[in-house]
Structure formats: structure tokens, C-alpha cells
């Protein structure tokens, strides 16, 4: 059998980052709750930790993203799940599925979930986040860079992922999406983009 | 562009019917084709580009939630770009 390759240290770090992340409180969330909607989104058990709401959110979110309406929305908003609290589970389901996709993709099992830490949520509120173009709170028109711009924790979190696994969304030298010319690990530009085209195509997404 | 959407396609990439390969694997978790993809994909362009390709997969998997769960669609000329890759828009796009 082939040995799988050896993985970038700097995404080993940024697994590392993400399940402090996880596994502390959150803007809206508590550490407790946020490794429940991880392990909701994994096809877990919350064992009543987190809302039926959330755990709804963290499966479809998971599963089904492609599905998603504002109705829907509107409904988990019903039953007691904020849009922000919504965002912040976005971000945990969003960047849980990253981690678990490329480990399943090195041949590796799922890294177990952390154990929480005690604290209470922070509650920090974004100035100038409202709705812009999505269905969610935005600073600015909705779109790949703010997406989870209303809660500032995720979308810090977003661009550690985004930049390690991907390109930095900036223009300049290096590894950023305004550099053409990138070449990363081996893969040129056109197969980053080619790969980053069929995922997107396999999980319905038409961005 | 074509082989986006359809892996029979030739990409004219090197290491493109890899690249398909291990990426349609991981996303689709499937745990027969995932050795075979990755042990393909190591042999063609080598065990870095391997590692990144899976690195940026799941970069998409992440940002295909997040734009699908906020609501945020393709603009209008990406209809066009759809069209010519053999992937329509669906419906709720259009």
C-alpha cells in the first residue's frame, strides 16, 4: 500500500487552533455546545446539549447545504436558534467538514472531538453587520469573505482555514488568490482552481 | 473547462484524471475508491500535490456551506460559464 503523504505542518497547526477553537466558548455558544454541534454535524449525539434547532442546523448544514432556503432559516429562528447563533454554527459545521474531508482524503480516522472548556459565551456583537445580499448579518454585501463577518471569533477562524488550505484571499506575491502564477506544494494555479471547481460541483454549489 | 463537470473529459491538466479522482473520493467519502485515488494521485504528481489537493478540497468543502447556508448564488454571468462547462444552473438559480 502506497504511504500517504506527509501533510503540511502549518495545517497540522491549523487543526491544532481549530479544536481550541472548538472545544472553548464561543460568541453565542458555550464550548459544550459548540463540540455537540460538531458532533450533530458528524452524525452524532448532542445528548440534549444543544437545541433540537441546532442540531437540525448542524445536519442539514453538513449534509445538505444545496437545500437551504431562508424559509428554513426562518423556521430554526422559530424554534429559539438566533441568525447569529446560526452563523456561528455555520462556522463550526463549515470548517469541521474541511478537516474531516482532507483527513478522510489522507487515509487518516477522524480526529476525536476535544473536551470543552468552562466559560460563558462572549456575546460580542459586530458594528455595522446587517443584512446585505444573504440571509444572515454581513459587514458589507454577502459574499466568500464575509460570509461569517456578523460573528467576528468565526470569521477570524474562516480565514486561518481559508489561507492554510487554500490561497490568502488578497492579491500580491506569494500564496494568494490574486497570484496566478502560485504554485503550491506542486499544483499550479489551473489544478488548485480545477480541484477547487469539481468539489464545488460535487456538493451542488454553483458560486 | 468541460472536465469540471465531467471526469471523462480530458483536462488537458497534468494529472488531471487523478486530480478528479481523489477529489470525487474525498468528497464523496467513499472509502473503497479513496486508497486507489490517493495511491493514483501520489504516483502522477507526487505526494505533496497530493496532500494540497486534498488541503484545497476541502477548502471548498467549507466554502460551498458557507455560501449555500447564507444564501449567496452565483451572479449572472456565471450562467454563462455553467453553460459552457456542461453544468446548468439549477433552477433555484436561475
Redesign the interface.
Known amino acids: 500500500?502506497?504511504a500517504?503523504?506527509?501533510?503540511?505542518p502549518e495545517?497540522d497547526a491549523v487543526h491544532d487552533r481549530e479544536w481550541a477553537r472548538l472545544a472553548r466558548p464561543g460568541t453565542w455558544l458555550t464550548g459544550a455546545q459548540r463540540v455537540a454541534v460538531a458532533a450533530s454535524a458528524r452524525g452524532g449525539k448532542a445528548d440534549g446539549v444543544i437545541s433540537p434547532a441546532a442540531t437540525e442546523a448542524a445536519r442539514r448544514?453538513?449534509d445538505e447545504?444545496?437545500t437551504?432556503?431562508?424559509g428554513w432559516i426562518n423556521g430554526l429562528e422559530a424554534d429559539g436558534l438566533t441568525r447569529l447563533a446560526y452563523v456561528e454554527v455555520?462556522g463550526i459545521?463549515?470548517?469541521l467538514?474541511?478537516?474531516?474531508?482532507?483527513t478522510?482524503?489522507?487515509?487518516r480516522s477522524p480526529r476525536p472531538l476535544p473536551d470543552p472548556t468552562v466559560g460563558e459565551p462572549t456575546r460580542v456583537t459586530v458594528d455595522g453587520a446587517a443584512f446585505d445580499?444573504?440571509?444572515?448579518p454581513?459587514v458589507g454585501a454577502?459574499?466568500?469573505p464575509n460570509?461569517?463577518s456578523a460573528v467576528q471569533a468565526e470569521h477570524d477562524a474562516?480565514h486561518d482555514?481559508?489561507g492554510?488550505?487554500?490561497l490568502e484571499p488578497r492579491g500580491g506575491p506569494g500564496n494568494t488568490m490574486g497570484n496566478m502564477q502560485v504554485v503550491?506544494?506542486?499544483?499550479?494555479r489551473?489544478?488548485?482552481e480545477?480541484?477547487?471547481?469539481?468539489?464545488?460541483?460535487?456538493?451542488?454549489?454553483?458560486? | 473547462m468541460r472536465?469540471?463537470?465531467d471526469a471523462s473529459v480530458d483536462?488537458g491538466?497534468?494529472?488531471?484524471a487523478a486530480?478528479?479522482a481523489?477529489?470525487?473520493?474525498?468528497?464523496?467519502?467513499d472509502e473503497d475508491e479513496?486508497?486507489i485515488a490517493?495511491?493514483a494521485a501520489?504516483?502522477q504528481?507526487?505526494?505533496?500535490?497530493?496532500?494540497?489537493?486534498?488541503?484545497?478540497?476541502?477548502?471548498?468543502?467549507?466554502?460551498?456551506?458557507?455560501?449555500?447556508?447564507?444564501?449567496?448564488?452565483?451572479s449572472p454571468q456565471?450562467r454563462d460559464v455553467?453553460d459552457a462547462?456542461g453544468?446548468p444552473?439549477?433552477a433555484r438559480?436561475r
Open positions: 500500500m502506497t500517504p503523504p506527509a501533510v503540511d495545517i448544514i453538513h447545504p444545496a437551504i432556503t431562508d455555520l459545521v463549515a470548517r467538514r474541511a478537516l474531516d474531508t482532507f478522510f482524503g489522507l487515509g445580499g444573504g440571509w444572515v454581513t454577502a459574499g466568500p460570509a461569517l474562516l482555514l481559508h492554510n488550505l487554500y503550491r506544494d506542486g499544483l499550479n489551473s489544478q488548485i480545477f480541484v477547487a471547481g469539481r468539489t464545488s460541483l460535487l456538493n451542488d454549489c454553483f458560486f | 472536465a469540471v463537470g483536462s491538466l497534468p494529472g488531471g486530480l478528479s481523489v477529489v470525487d473520493a474525498a468528497v464523496l467519502r479513496m486508497p490517493r495511491a501520489i504516483e504528481i507526487g505526494p505533496p500535490a497530493t496532500m494540497r489537493a486534498l488541503a484545497v478540497a476541502g477548502n471548498f468543502e467549507m466554502m460551498n456551506r458557507l455560501l449555500d447556508a447564507i444564501g449567496v448564488g452565483p456565471m455553467g462547462i453544468v444552473l439549477p438559480w
